[in-house]
């Protein structure tokens, strides 16, 4: 640009102003599971008397280098302010939008004040605005920028780290600051090298575990789009998107319901589903819904092999929004083609998928911590692993980790669950699989040669009229589900041929992997201390035998 070029545009900065000659533009930011905006970005567009649209690159390096960058920042801030309240007149839901400080406005010690005033006049809360800075900000003056940034985080402003990774990015201002999202740079997809791919995997990585938020500007493909969906960045922004839009086309743009925006309950929601780590080595135990200041421990780095999913669940439906590759291939070796037909499968609210599933759904609500169950379907055993992330009205989100096995470590743990199982069932008199639907019995172990199970003849005295409630099935279901513990227990004397009157503990089950009601029943003597205080209980408190959770 010449010098008279230069001359020319700060001679007449302030008159474009006044003339609406330098407008906001709004380039819309979009989540990525779900394609809804956001936000969007107010960015600086001057137009000349007959229409030209100049350039950023002409006009705000000539603003910066005579001081009046600060005057345009906050042009714009009030543009993107005035914009906010039209829309909630008119009832569009825009929950924020995002506007650029230059590192010049960090001089103005009255920036706080500056802002809030601006937000005041339109009626906008705090929340709405997004301050986007570029790490050289905090290169100059480190004293009076955090005095100024902590005045902004403190007031509840959300803070972005903008171009990161654009040349003067140091990971010391990710441990010195405390910022809402890191916004990383065009630079990093304009060539999706197998190194570019690792790093900006490597960074998201890094952001979630330090529990920021990430967006990547500069989406131009579908290749794009979908590597950082795969990667679990949350948000993006770029011309596969939109370009930057003027006030009067992004109104049209929203209004014409191709896609809309985030209303504020959604965005709570899927900003806690956000910091979900695909990448992490343990996603499902690392999720926080905070930012996690502990020390890690090397259970935070075992291996994993990224068969994740997200699942939307309610009262009676089970929703996949995404998932990983690895999952889908696992639910290929479980017989499911599609994912429509593992949600039909699912959705048969009398199936045994149906039943277990939504157990471990509501475990992993009330508890708030992984919950694990392993299972067979169709002779391949796998492990199922939940944990919550997020819940709205009507509906949870899920973390959902599903690891099939090979058929050589089938077989190793086929051998390694008999060893473990002949071990165990050793532990009891008697062990019996019970179907009462079809009214029968199998016996898995017995010590001695006892009969299959419930002989009449083996309850003692006024034990038989208890042993039969504890061993109604009509309420069985009923009762193993209320317990805490999911299985019901109490205690009975038992006579097993000719052998005199025990103490025996009888423990009920609930078996999910079956095609029909199943149920473990196993028999196990009480000796010692424990027979003694069961005689003196059923003498003196015999009420205390009459509960199913005893213990």
């Avoid at 809402?180 to 995997?201: E, Q, T, Y």
Wanted: net charge negative; with cysteine.
């Amino acid at each position: 640009m010449s010098r008279t070029d230069e001359v020319y545009l700060v001679n007449h900065f302030q008159e474009a102003i006044e003339n609406g000659f330098i407008q906001a533009y709004f380039q819309p930011i979009f989540r990525s599971y779900t394609g809804k905006i956001i936000c969007a970005e107010s960015l600086a567009r001057w137009f000349s008397p007959d229409g030209k649209m100049l350039s950023p690159d002409e006009f705000i390096p000539v603003l910066e280098r005579n001081n009046l960058i600060f005057d345009l920042d906050m042009e714009i801030l009030r543009q993107a302010c005035a914009l906010y309240k039209e829309l909630v007149l008119r009832g569009t839901p825009l929950s924020a939008f995002s506007v650029n400080l230059s590192r010049q406005d960090f001089s103005h010690e009255d920036l706080f004040e500056k802002i809030t005033a601006v937000l005041e006049k339109y009626d906008v809360p705090h929340e709405a605005v997004k301050l986007e800075i570029t790490e050289s900000h905090m290169l100059e003056d480190t004293e009076t920028f955090q005095k100024i940034f902590y005045r902004f985080t403190d007031a509840h402003f959300s803070v972005w780290l903008d171009d990161f990774g654009s040349g003067y990015s140091s990971l010391n201002v990710l441990q010195n600051y405390s910022f809402d999202l890191i916004k990383f740079d065009i630079l990093f997809l304009r060539n999706l090298s197998v190194k570019g791919r690792k790093l900006l995997a490597s960074l998201i990585s890094m952001a979630k575990t330090l529990g920021i938020h990430t967006l990547t500007e500069g989406v131009e493909t579908k290749e794009q789009q979908e590597f950082l969906l795969t990667i679990g960045c949350e948000a993006q922004q770029g011309f596969y998107y939109t370009k930057p839009l003027s006030r009067t086309d992004l109104i049209a743009f929203i209004d014409g319901k191709a896609v809309s925006p985030e209303t504020p309950e959604e965005k709570a929601y899927w900003d806690k589903i956000g910091r979900l780590n695909f990448l992490s080595p343990n996603p499902l135990r690392e999720f926080s819904q905070e930012k996690d200041n502990r020390i890690a421990d090397e259970s935070d780095f075992i291996s994993y092999d990224n068969s994740i999913a997200l699942m939307e669940c309610s009262q009676t439906q089970f929703n996949y929004v995404y998932a990983t590759k690895g999952y889908i291939e696992q639910i290929r070796e479980l017989g499911f083609t599609s994912f429509d037909r593992l949600e039909q499968a699912l959705s048969n609210q009398r199936s045994h998928q149906f039943l277990m599933i939504r157990k471990l759904v509501l475990d992993a609500i009330a508890k708030g911590t992984v919950q694990t169950v392993e299972y067979v379907n169709k002779d391949v055993y796998y492990r199922l692993s939940m944990r919550l992330l997020s819940r709205k009205k009507g509906w949870v989100m899920l973390a959902v980790n599903l690891n099939t096995f090979d058929s050589e470590r089938e077989v190793k743990t086929a051998r390694e669950m008999l060893n473990y199982s002949s071990a165990l069932l050793t532990t009891y008199d008697l062990a019996v699989l019970i179907y009462p639907d079809s009214n029968k019995a199998v016996r898995l172990y017995s010590s001695i040669d006892l009969p299959i199970y419930d002989h009449e003849s083996t309850i003692t005295g006024s034990d038989q009229q208890r042993y039969r409630r504890f061993m109604d099935f009509s309420t069985m279901k009923e009762r193993i589900e209320a317990s805490p513990k999911k299985f019901i227990q109490n205690y009975f004397r038992m006579r097993w041929g000719k052998n005199s009157s025990n103490w025996h503990t009888a423990r009920v089950t609930e078996i999910p992997a079956f095609t029909e009601n199943a149920y473990l029943l196993t028999i196990q003597s009480v000796q010692g201390f424990g027979s003694r205080l069961l005689d003196v209980a059923s003498t003196e408190h015999p009420e205390l035998l009459e509960s199913d959770n005893l213990l």
